[in-house]
């Protein structure tokens, strides 16, 4: 995860208690002191305190951490990581190899893991990012900014390219599912989706502090927040909120595309179910299985 805006801390609070999800592990980049201090605080608050929290450069003086988190949240303590975020993931995956991991960031962790830890088998990688065009997507789930488009500039995926073609390469990722920002911009958290969220907020710690944030963000920007990293750590939770086509990946000029192919084990999202999505958000969909998940 990263903390350049809102998306990555509350898809953290979601996971953290979720019904649905067993929270191994969290790691950060860049990772820095402030960023880990952020993150131990809301694991904290969702009484998730001994879930471990890696960082890719803990001595990076990168100033990280976006405003909205010290305005919700009030002045943090900075903190140390309990190890490098590679060590972390590769020492999650070794203790529980079903883990599933889910990325909302830029992909140095998951690229650490890979090139540093050749025993490391990732069973499922649910990624924000990638992108899916008209090629894929049918007319009537077609979002207008990307009508007529078959690529796009990804944020998680340029923010490391080595990196995002490494894990969609590696024969040691066993299937990958990306989440992308033609169906992740189609939602957006805003007045609206905050009342329905109203009644269901108290269920857990974790949805509580999404409504507490949201609570705050709202004030200031009342037309609400695209729900980019969210909605992937949903289709992690329940992969039947979104329609996957099987794909290969591609990147063109700084931009991310996708052809339809067989056998890649990549698939990518090209419509998404807004009500069964609403409902795996807020923890009440039935049938929904516990899984291990772990958030880079």
Known sequence: METGDPDDALTLCLLATHPAVVLR????????????????????????????????????????????????????APAAPDALAHEVLAATLQQYPETTLVTGAPLQNLRLLLEQHPEARLRRWVAQGGFAGDNLVAPEHRLAKFEGKRTCPTFNFNGDPKGALLALSSERVERRELVSKN??????YDEAFH???????????????????????????????????????????????????????YRARGEWGAEPAHGTQTFISVALDRERFFHTFVGDAPGLDTGAVSPA
């Open 183 to 188: 169906v992740t911009h189609g939602v957006a």
């Open 195 to 249: 009342e329905r969220v109203r009644p269901h907020h108290t269920r857990t710690a974790g949805l509580a502090l999404v409504f507490e944030a949201m609570e705050h963000y709202l004030k200031a920007k009342p037309e609400g927040k695209l729900l980019h990293d969210p909605i992937a750590a949903c289709a992690a939770i329940d992969p039947g909120i979104v329609t996957w086509a099987e794909v290969e990946m």
């Open 25 to 76: 592990a969290v790691t950060v980049t860049p990772g820095t002191r402030a960023q880990v201090g952020m993150v131990r605080h809301l694991l904290a608050r969702a009484g998730r305190s001994e879930v471990p929290v890696g960082a890719r450069n803990p001595e990076s003086e990168k100033e990280s951490l976006s405003a909205f988190h010290t305005k919700w949240l009030g002045a943090l």
